[in-house]
């Protein structure tokens, strides 16, 4: 039976990179993927899904209007899909979330979703907070907070590397602009909760 899967971390825990390299395990066995990443960012050469250690690949867009379903289905129908892979699921909408568990429960196709928990006031993100309500399985990557504990929150840092605490939920941004932290280190860098 095809499951709804949520594979979520902070910053810098290797989503990417562990969706690239399980899309390329089913194409070594000749099965086909369907890969998505969210249309929000639009910095200059940036790939479709790529990762910090130079992985990349091309992939679909959905913005907060795409009917993922219709255009998976449509593709399965031309050629069958072993699965389908969303990175930066944090951006889903709730309906894409029920879109996709539709998918794996009435058309059992597998889908693997790769995101952000929370955003850098430790809130959960829309696709998140769906796909923490609604997945089959949920899948926690780590990420390492300077101390050495894990890293569960995503600070968000101006030019001077100091903590921002107010601001747009989504700003696009990697190192420049995020550390994943633990939480500890997240409510003392904030000045307390």
Same mark, same amino acid.
């Given at each position: ?10 910053? =810098? %825990? ?10 390329? =395990?089913?194409?070594?066995?000749? !099965?086909?993927?369907? *890969?998505?990443?969210?249309?929000? #960012?639009?910095? *200059? ?17 959905? &913005?907060? $209007?795409? &009917? ?6 449509? #593709?399965?129908?031309?050629?069958? *899909?072993?699965?389908?892979?969303? &990175? ?12 996709? %568990? ?16 929370? #955003? ?14 609604? %997945? $089959?399985? *949920? ?6 907070? #300077? ?7 995503? !600070?968000?840092? &101006?030019?001077? @590397? ?13 190192? $420049?602009?995020?550390?994943? !932290? ?7 860098? !904030? @000045? @307390?909760?």
């Amino acid at each position: 039976m095809a499951k709804l899967y949520f594979y979520y971390a902070s910053m =810098n %825990a290797g989503k990417s990179s562990n969706l690239l390299q399980a899309a390329f =395990n089913y194409g070594e066995r000749g !099965m086909a993927v369907s *890969l998505w990443t969210a249309a929000i #960012d639009e910095r *200059l050469g940036f790939g479709a899904i790529s990762s910090r250690i130079g992985l990349s690949s091309d992939a679909h867009r959905f &913005d907060h $209007d795409t &009917d993922i379903a219709a255009r998976v289905l449509a #593709d399965h129908a031309a050629s069958p *899909l072993a699965c389908v892979m969303i &990175d930066e699921a944090q951006f889903l909408t709730r309906a894409q979330v029920w879109q996709l %568990a539709r998918l794996a429960d009435e058309s059992g196709i597998p889908v693997l979703c790769y995101g952000l928990r929370t #955003d850098f006031r430790g809130d959960l993100f829309e696709g998140s907070a769906a796909l923490l309500g609604m %997945a $089959d399985e *949920l899948i926690e990557l780590k990420a390492v907070c #300077d101390c050495g504990r894990k890293a569960t929150m995503n !600070m968000r840092i &101006d030019e001077s @590397g100091k903590a921002v605490r107010e601001g747009a939920q989504t700003e696009i941004g990697g190192n $420049d602009r995020y550390v994943a !932290m633990c939480r500890r280190h997240f409510v003392a860098a !904030m @000045g @307390g909760a």
